[in-house]
């Protein structure tokens, strides 16, 4: 419950922070952009009611500078079909129930060969507003002005006040899937050593597999991140942070990938067993072993998440070397207690094979989470290759079918 209520903490606390944030920053900046729009377009005298200009700024402005130039272009070409859809209507007809409909019509047509893709629908919008306050004669120009303008305001406003860099939350997701996976695998090795049956591994099985939202979460704030430091004013801070973020992240997806393999392989093996005696698939020896072997994987990957925050990097990698050196030796343990002869037991064979790869896959994807990206290129450099990659264990083809054709 205590786990629970710190989980709902730190959700509520980034949502509402935004993991280090200021809060109400983008409301401000919105909000500066539509005043200033106003302002500019009613200095200027473009129209009496220069509502077009503040409706492109807030269009604009964007989350990072990068989506704000990119999708700004878009919305751009939106509020213009829209109004110049508008003016054609307006200085022919006023608004009727038919000039509406032939507004929407227009801007749609004009939208789908401008191909504005997701701003399709910003030209309809505008045109009604336009043709609402007045697009005919001289107010048409007027219009096209303020689109323009608006425009400009919400690039400026993007650019000089407080481009967001999200290089901080990208971290703290990463950190915080670290976490949830090191606890799903502890709790998975706590199991272990209960009462086991067939339920039991579909249980943590599920579990497991439940971890693939946080890790499409993370996924997306470090793709965020990515995004925000394209045409940064501090990109040299966003480049400093990005080599840590994508390698613990693909590292950390593909320990996800690992424990779900390993999880897989122990529930296949109580499917070939009889359902009175689903719980010694593994022996108590065994089940120990594997929960000792799980308990140094969670622990390890729990030390990854401080990796990615950068604090403290070169202790929090050591502490994974540790941990990956007792992997090995539990892994020597378990292989010699799930040693059989395939002659006598072939599926039993067959499904151990599977759960020792899975677990030394495991192992090396841990290994790969806490690399150090700097060291590999110091070793390429020198040498001119890189060392050679741990590989699975070798079990040969079969050793694989159980586990990984079906997880």
Not at 23 to 40: D, E, S, W
Not at 365 to 394: F, K, M, N, Y
Request: glycine content about 10%.
């Amino acid at each position: 419950m205590h786990s629970l209520r710190e989980q709902l903490r730190k959700r509520v606390r980034t949502a509402m922070f935004g993991g280090g944030r200021i809060p109400g920053l983008r409301t401000a900046k919105v909000t500066l952009a539509v005043m200033a729009a106003y302002l500019l377009a009613a200095a200027l005298q473009l129209s009496d009611h220069p509502i077009v200009a503040p409706l492109m700024a807030l269009l604009v402005v964007q989350l990072t500078l990068y989506q704000t130039l990119l999708h700004g272009l878009g919305r751009v070409g939106g509020v213009l079909a829209g109004v110049l859809v508008a003016v054609v209507v307006a200085n022919w007809v006023g608004l009727s129930w038919w000039s509406l409909g032939a507004v929407v019509a227009g801007s749609l047509v004009i939208g789908r060969l401008w191909r504005l893709g997701p701003h399709l629908f910003e030209a309809p919008i505008t045109a009604m507003l336009v043709l609402e306050v007045g697009g005919g004669g001289s107010l048409g120009l007027a219009r096209v002005t303020e689109a323009l303008v608006g425009a400009m305001v919400g690039v400026v406003v993007s650019v000089v006040i407080a481009p967001p860099l999200y290089v901080r939350p990208a971290a703290e997701a990463i950190g915080q899937l670290a976490t949830g996976l090191a606890g799903v695998t502890a709790d998975f090795a706590k199991g272990l050593r209960r009462q086991w049956s067939r339920s039991a591994a579909d249980h943590w099985l599920d579990k497991i597999r439940a971890m693939s939202s946080e890790v499409s979460r993370a996924d997306q704030a470090v793709a965020q991140a990515e995004e925000s430091a394209k045409l940064h004013p501090r990109v040299r801070a966003a480049r400093e942070a990005q080599p840590r973020l994508r390698p613990v992240l693909t590292g950390l997806e593909r320990c996800h990938l690992s424990l779900r393999t390993v999880a897989r392989a122990v529930l296949d093996r109580t499917y070939f067993m009889p359902d009175r005696q689903q719980g010694i698939a593994y022996t108590p020896a065994q089940r120990e072993a594997l929960a000792d072997l799980l308990g140094s994987a969670a622990v390890a990957i729990e030390h990854i998440g401080p990796i990615a925050s950068g604090v403290e990097v070169a202790t929090a990698r050591e502490r994974v070397a540790s941990h990956l050196l007792a992997m090995e030796e539990q892994l020597d343990i378990l292989s010699g207690l799930l040693m059989v002869d395939p002659q006598s037991d072939h599926a039993a064979w067959k499904q151990h094979g599977a759960l020792l790869a899975s677990i030394d896959r495991l192992r090396v994807e841990i290994a790969s989470a806490a690399i150090d990206p700097d060291g590999l290129a110091e070793q390429r450099g020198q040498t001119g290759h890189l060392d050679p990659v741990p590989q699975v264990s070798e079990v040969g083809p079969e050793g694989l079918e159980p586990s990984l054709a079906r997880t």
